[in-house]
C-alpha cells in the first residue's frame, strides 16, 4: 500500500470555498438593515467628519474598526517577509519555513506546515513563546511543537535578511554569538498592530501615542466625544473577532444610551488552534502572585487519564488558579484535552461566580473530556 500523500492545493481551495460568500452576505445584511456602504479610504478631515475620495461625510459619531496589519519589521531585508495572507493562498508548499516572532500566528501555521512536511524554525527575541500566556503551558507546548519536528529558538535577536543561492536567509545573535538559517520563506510573525496610520488622526483631534488611540472606559476617544474604536484598533484588548463583536455591541450601546457601557475581558477565553491546543482565560500563575493574590494552584497532567488515551492525545494538562478566600476561579490554562471546548465553561463560572465547589460537585455526562472538569479542581 503506498504511502498517503497531501494534496495542499486542494486543503487551500477547501479553505477559500468555506469562507466564499462572506463578505456578500455581510454586505446584504447592511443593505437590508438600510446602512449606506461607501468603499474607499476614508481619512479625517475634522473632529466629526470624514473625507472618501471627492465625497465628505459628517456624522454625530464617528466608530474606527480599521483592523490591523502585519506589524512591521525594522530590519534589513525587511521587503523579503511573507505575511499571514500570503500563507493562507499560496497553493504550493515550500520545503523550509522560518517564522520570525513566536506568537500565535508562528504557532499556529508552523504546526500546519510542518505535519505537511514542511522544514519550520520559530525564532523569538523573548525568552518565552506567547509571552502573555502561562510559562508552563507554553513550555508544554513548547515540547509537542518541537516533538513534531519543529525548531524554536527563543532570545535572539534578528540581524537581517538576505538572499543567497536561491533561498533566504535570516542573520540572528543568541547567547552562543551570530548564527543565520536558510529557508525558502521567510514569515513576519511578529503580530499585529492598529491599522490608523493613514487616517489623519491629528485632524480628528485624536489623543494617540504609539499606534495607538487614546480611549476611556467606554470605548471613547478620550479627546474626541464624537469618536469610539472597536476591533482590533482598541489599545488593551485581545486582537480576536468575537471580541470585536462584543466591542462593536457596546460601542453601539454607548451611541444609542450614551456612554454608561464598559466592556469586561475578565472572563474572556482565547486558544491557540496548534495541536494539541492551548486554551487560557483570566490570570496566570505569575500574575495572580504578583498580585498577592491567596491562590489555590491545581497542576494537572491527564495523560494517562481514560479519556486522553481513548483519543490518543499527545498532551493532556491543566492548571487551574483559584482565589483561596472566595472559591472564585481566577484563571485557567490547558493544553490539549479538547481544552478550547472546556475553556468555555470555566469562562461561563467566572462571569457568573460559580465557585470551583460547585463546578466540581456538578454531575457531568459520562465518558466525555468535560467529565474531568471536577478532577481538575
Request: charged letters at 20%; hydrophobic letters at 40%; glycine letters at 10%.
Amino acid at each position: 500500500m503506498s504511502k498517503p500523500e497531501l494534496d495542499w492545493a486542494a486543503l487551500i481551495g477547501r479553505e477559500k470555498r468555506l469562507i466564499q460568500g462572506i463578505p456578500e452576505r455581510l454586505e446584504a445584511t447592511l443593505l437590508n438593515r438600510g446602512v449606506e456602504l461607501v468603499r474607499g479610504k476614508g481619512r479625517f478631515v475634522s473632529p466629526n467628519a470624514i473625507r472618501v475620495g471627492d465625497r465628505f461625510l459628517e456624522a454625530k459619531h464617528i466608530v474606527v474598526a480599521t483592523g490591523s496589519r502585519p506589524r512591521p519589521l525594522e530590519i534589513p531585508g525587511a521587503e523579503f517577509l511573507k505575511v499571514s495572507d500570503d500563507l493562507l493562498s499560496a497553493i504550493e508548499l515550500p520545503n523550509s519555513i522560518v517564522f520570525i516572532g513566536g506568537g500565535v500566528i508562528s504557532l499556529e501555521f508552523g504546526h500546519v506546515y510542518s505535519r505537511a512536511g514542511v522544514e519550520v524554525t520559530i525564532l523569538e527575541v523573548l525568552p518565552q513563546l506567547l509571552p502573555a500566556l502561562d510559562s508552563d503551558a507554553v513550555a508544554l507546548l513548547e515540547q509537542q511543537s518541537e516533538g513534531i519536528g519543529i525548531q524554536i529558538e527563543t532570545g535572539v535577536r534578528i540581524k537581517g535578511i538576505q538572499e543567497t543561492e536561491g533561498q533566504l536567509r535570516v542573520r540572528y545573535a543568541n547567547e552562543g554569538g551570530d548564527r543565520s538559517v536558510d529557508a525558502d520563506w521567510i514569515v513576519n510573525g511578529a503580530g499585529r498592530v492598529a491599522n490608523i496610520d493613514q487616517l489623519d488622526l491629528a485632524a480628528a483631534t485624536l489623543d494617540h501615542a504609539g499606534g495607538l488611540i487614546h480611549i476611556d472606559p467606554f470605548l471613547r476617544s478620550t479627546s474626541n466625544p464624537h469618536v469610539y474604536v472597536c476591533g482590533d484598533v482598541v489599545p488593551n484588548s485581545p486582537q480576536l473577532s468575537p471580541i470585536a463583536t462584543y466591542e462593536g455591541n457596546i460601542v453601539g450601546r454607548n451611541i444609542v444610551e450614551g456612554p454608561i457601557h464598559r466592556p469586561d475581558y475578565a472572563s474572556v477565553p482565547n486558544s491557540v488552534y496548534t495541536v494539541p491546543a492551548l486554551a487560557s482565560l483570566g490570570l496566570t500563575e505569575r500574575a495572580a502572585r504578583e498580585k498577592g493574590c491567596p491562590i489555590r494552584v491545581h497542576k494537572t497532567d491527564m495523560a494517562e487519564w481514560l479519556s486522553a488515551r481513548t483519543y490518543a492525545e499527545p498532551a493532556a494538562w491543566a492548571k487551574i488558579i483559584v482565589d483561596d478566600s472566595s472559591d472564585q476561579i481566577i484563571g485557567a490554562h490547558l493544553v490539549g484535552h479538547s481544552g478550547e471546548e472546556l475553556i468555555n465553561i470555566f469562562a461561563l463560572a467566572m462571569a457568573h461566580g460559580i465557585t470551583a465547589g460547585d463546578i466540581k460537585n456538578k454531575i457531568y455526562a459520562y465518558p466525555t473530556f468535560s467529565s474531568d472538569i471536577k478532577n481538575l479542581l
